[in-house]
């Protein structure tokens, strides 16, 4: 039997990193399924989601959470995650405008109202061109229930767009 860990890495970054975390995945027969990992800033951070024999899991994870590596903090959980059963479509979501304090939570606040899931979401604030201010960048995936109303989220989204001068564009997930 095969059992899913999830792991969470973050610290200073250095060169080889991902391969001291990759190796011990590989030594213990393990499969590396899928990871987001980047630098923020100036510290690494990331997630990993590995599959591996159920046997072999607490060796793995012993190895793994013993990694140390310039001060890098590694946490391995058990993936008990049932799978969602009412998500009937997933929409992308751009949000692009002057940069404020609340921003996000007023988006992801419209999600939770509706009850969207956010799957995955990256942000960024960086220089305007020509001088002209931050400017905030945020795309997300979010897994839409059968009982939503789409129009509703748009209406809603579409509020704070015009109350806090920014661009949304709600489109369906393409993948």
Not at 13 to 19: F, M, S
Not at 144 to 159: I, Y
């Given at each position: 039997m095969r059992t899913t860990l999830v792991m969470t890495i973050i610290g200073p970054?250095?060169?080889?990193?991902?391969?001291a975390l990759a190796r011990p995945i590989a030594d213990h027969g393990g499969n590396w399924l899928e990871s987001r990992m980047c630098r923020l800033g100036g510290p690494f951070a990331g997630l990993a989601?590995?599959?591996?024999?159920?046997?072999?899991?607490?060796?793995?994870?012993?190895?793994?959470?013993?990694?140390?590596?310039?001060?890098?903090?590694?946490?391995?959980?058990?993936?008990t995650s049932a799978p969602v059963d009412d998500v009937s479509s997933t929409v992308n979501v751009e949000l692009v405008g002057q940069d404020r304090s609340?921003?996000?939570?007023?988006?992801?606040?419209?999600?939770a109202r509706h009850n969207l899931n956010v799957e995955e979401l990256t942000s960024e604030v960086t220089e305007a061109p020509q001088g002209g201010g931050m400017i905030f960048r945020a795309d997300a995936t979010v897994s839409?229930?059968?009982?939503?109303?789409?129009?509703?989220?748009?209406?809603?989204?579409?509020?704070i767009a015009t109350d806090l001068m920014v661009d949304i564009a709600l489109a369906p997930d393409a993948g």
């Open positions: 970054d250095r060169t080889g990193l991902v391969d989601r590995v599959d591996i024999e159920s046997t072999k899991a607490d060796a793995l994870r012993s190895e793994i959470e013993n990694i140390s590596l310039d001060g890098i903090s590694v946490t391995v959980q058990a993936d609340g921003l996000l939570r007023e988006i992801t606040g419209v999600f839409v229930p059968s009982t939503a109303d789409l129009d509703a989220v748009g209406d809603d989204l579409e509020k």
